[in-house]
């Protein structure tokens, strides 16, 4: 078993705060950082299969840079599977908003430029953008952040377009296996062919269905070796062909061995600040089949 120390360490750096009760749109989770130190902070992202979007509630305290070498400040949007990123600064306070695919398609009006990258939230909202962070600044609890979070992402979702029925099918279906699932025959219990799925998938989600369940796998694996168990273990419970086969997928998403990233930080606080995984959403309808 891995050594409780990150977990701590990371439990000593960051006050966390959760809504009180599940939110109104399925397939969000919220959770509010304030750092414990005034101290720089320093940390790296472990991509997750989610569209999440960070607001700095302090005065730009909070910088990220992405693999290209863009700094981000205010509020930003890291798309499915972006990795490489280093987040850092002082006294850091953010809000952090993890959005299924299928929401995020209808809450940012934004799709297939998602797909690993790095965007300004100004540049999908303009000017609502500044105004919500205003807001979020100047409320005075974590409750009502997450009041005028959850009511401007309504807002959003309801004038917003929404994914295919069978792209939300395939997304729920690879989520709840674990991203241990063929690609192909999805698409026809889905009802379409091959390459009309990869089209389809990836101009509304950023990646192809057979990337996101990569993801969704990796995912996984990670938090597993953050609970402490071992690579050979965790290769064969999350259906990897062997632990070398989980090694070059950890590598791809990260960089770093599963070693690493088993003591990564930021992975030590996910069961404090997402009790679930915030990506399945709400069951889709079944597909129309014939199309």
Do not use: N
Request: glycine share 10%; hydrophobic share 45%; net charge positive.
């Amino acid at each position: 078993m891995r050594s409780a120390r990150p977990a701590l360490e990371a439990a000593q750096i960051w006050d966390i705060a959760t809504p009180a009760g599940p939110g109104r749109l399925p397939g969000v989770s919220m959770a509010g950082f304030r750092a414990r130190t005034a101290d720089a902070v320093e940390l790296g992202v472990v991509p997750f299969p989610a569209v999440t979007v960070v607001v700095d509630l302090g005065d730009r305290s909070l910088a990220v840079d992405d693999l290209d070498g863009r700094r981000h400040h205010g509020v930003f949007v890291a798309g499915l599977a972006a990795g490489g990123l280093r987040g850092s600064g002082r006294s850091v306070e953010c809000l952090q908003i993890r959005l299924s695919p299928v929401v995020a398609h209808a809450v940012l009006g934004a799709s297939s430029e998602l797909g690993g990258t790095v965007v300004s939230l100004d540049d999908l909202w303009g000017r609502e953008a500044l105004r919500v962070q205003e807001r979020l600044r100047a409320a005075g609890t974590w409750a009502e952040r997450f009041a005028l979070a959850e009511a401007a992402l309504t807002r959003r979702r309801q004038a917003g377009r929404t994914v295919d029925p069978e792209i939300a099918f395939v997304w729920q279906r690879m989520a709840a296996h674990r991203g241990a699932v063929r690609v192909e025959p999805l698409a026809a219990e889905a009802g379409w062919s091959r390459k009309r799925l990869w089209s389809r998938f990836r101009a509304q989600t950023g990646l192809t269905p057979k990337h996101a369940a990569r993801l969704i796998r990796f995912d996984h694996a990670a938090h597993r070796l953050a609970a402490g168990h071992s690579p050979a273990l965790v290769a064969a419970e999350a259906g990897y062909t062997d632990q070398s086969h989980l090694h070059r997928d950890v590598r791809a998403f990260t960089g770093a061995t599963p070693t690493a990233v088993s003591t990564a930080p930021w992975l030590a606080v996910d069961d404090v600040a997402w009790a679930a995984p915030g990506y399945l959403g709400a069951p889709p309808p079944r597909p129309r089949s014939g199309r």
